[in-house]
C-alpha cells in the first residue's frame, strides 16, 4: 500500500480527519500519483508530502564589503505538526487570552480553530508553494521540499 | 525519534567563525534523572490545568523529535551564525 495512504488511512482510524476529508486526500494523491505502467520502475511517491518549509535568502543592499549577507532556513514540517499539537494542550483560559491578544494586535485567528487534520491539508497543498522575489539586489525564496 | 548531535559556528572577532560540534545525546542521558524527579510535579500541573499528562508529555516528546534537520544559517559578513539539529 502506498504509503501516503495509509498515512491518511491512519489519520482517519485515529479520529484526526473525518471519512470526508480522507476522501479528499485519497483523490488529491490519485490525481499526484498516476497509475504505475507495467514493469516500469515503481519508486514510492514519498516527496508527495513536504518535509521541509525552505527560506533563502540573499541581500546585497548595504554596506557589505565581503560580500552578500545569506540566510538560510529549513524547518521540518514536524515542528509546524507538534507546535499546532502543543496548541491544542494550551489550557482554554490561556487560549482565549492569546486569542484576545492577537485580536489586539490586529490578527483574526483563533487558536481554537487550528487543528492538526487541518494542518494536514495545508501541509499538502504547499508542495507546490513557490515565493521567489528577485529584485536587482536582494533575492528572497519560500518553498518547500 | 529525538535529535541526537548539533553543530553552532558563532562569530568571533567579528569576522571567524568557530564551529563547534555539541552532541545532544548524552545531554538527554544527563537531564533522564532531572525529568524523573520532576515527573510528579509535571503531573500535579497537569491535572490543575486539565490537560490529559500523557497527551501533554507525547505532544512534548513529539516537539523535541521534531527539531531533528531544523537548520537555521545567516552568513553576514559582520556576523555569521549556524546552528544545525541532526
Known amino acids: 500500500?502506498?504509503?501516503?495512504?495509509?498515512?491518511?488511512?491512519?489519520?482517519?482510524?485515529?479520529?484526526?480527519?473525518?471519512?470526508?476529508?480522507?476522501?479528499?486526500?485519497i483523490a488529491a494523491l490519485e490525481k499526484e500519483?498516476?497509475?504505475?505502467?507495467?514493469?516500469?520502475?515503481?519508486?514510492?511517491?514519498?516527496?508527495?508530502?513536504?518535509k521541509y518549509l525552505r527560506v533563502v535568502v540573499e541581500a546585497e543592499e548595504g554596506h557589505h564589503a565581503n560580500g552578500p549577507a545569506k540566510v538560510n532556513v529549513r524547518v521540518p514540517f514536524q515542528l509546524?505538526?507538534?507546535?499546532?499539537?502543543?496548541?491544542?494542550?494550551?489550557?482554554?483560559?490561556?487560549?482565549?487570552?492569546?486569542?484576545?491578544?492577537?485580536?489586539?494586535?490586529?490578527?483574526?485567528?483563533?487558536?481554537?480553530?487550528?487543528?492538526?487534520?487541518?494542518?494536514?491539508e495545508v501541509i499538502y497543498q504547499l508542495k507546490d508553494f513557490?515565493?521567489?522575489?528577485?529584485?536587482?539586489?536582494?533575492?528572497?525564496r519560500v518553498f518547500c521540499e | 525519534m529525538i535529535p541526537a548531535s548539533s553543530t553552532a559556528a558563532f562569530p568571533i572577532r567579528r569576522r571567524r567563525r568557530f564551529p563547534f560540534w555539541i552532541p545532544i545525546l548524552p545531554v538527554w542521558l544527563l537531564t533522564l534523572p532531572i525529568v524523573l524527579m520532576l515527573?510528579?510535579?509535571?503531573?500535579?500541573?497537569?491535572?490543575?490545568?486539565?490537560?490529559?499528562p500523557f497527551h501533554g508529555v507525547a505532544v512534548y516528546w513529539q516537539l523535541f523529535n521534531s527539531l531533528r534537520c531544523l537548520r537555521i544559517e545567516v552568513n553576514d559578513p559582520r556576523a555569521s551564525t549556524s546552528i544545525r539539529i541532526f
Not at chain 1, 11 to 16: I, S, V
Open chain 1, 33 to 50: 500519483t498516476p497509475a504505475p505502467q507495467a514493469g516500469a520502475n515503481t519508486e514510492p511517491r514519498s516527496s508527495a508530502w513536504p
Open chain 2, 39 to 52: 515527573a510528579p510535579l509535571v503531573l500535579i500541573a497537569c491535572l490543575y490545568l486539565r490537560v490529559p
Open chain 1, 1 to 25: 500500500m502506498n504509503e501516503n495512504r495509509k498515512r491518511i488511512l491512519d489519520m482517519l482510524a485515529a479520529g484526526q480527519i473525518n471519512p470526508e476529508q480522507a476522501e479528499r486526500l
Open chain 1, 80 to 120: 509546524l505538526r507538534a507546535g499546532v499539537k502543543l496548541a491544542s494542550i494550551i489550557p482554554p483560559q490561556a487560549r482565549m487570552k492569546v486569542n484576545d491578544a492577537l485580536h489586539e494586535h490586529g490578527i483574526e485567528l483563533d487558536l481554537n480553530q487550528i487543528k492538526p487534520e487541518n494542518l494536514e
Open chain 1, 130 to 140: 513557490t515565493v521567489d522575489i528577485d529584485d536587482k539586489k536582494n533575492k528572497v
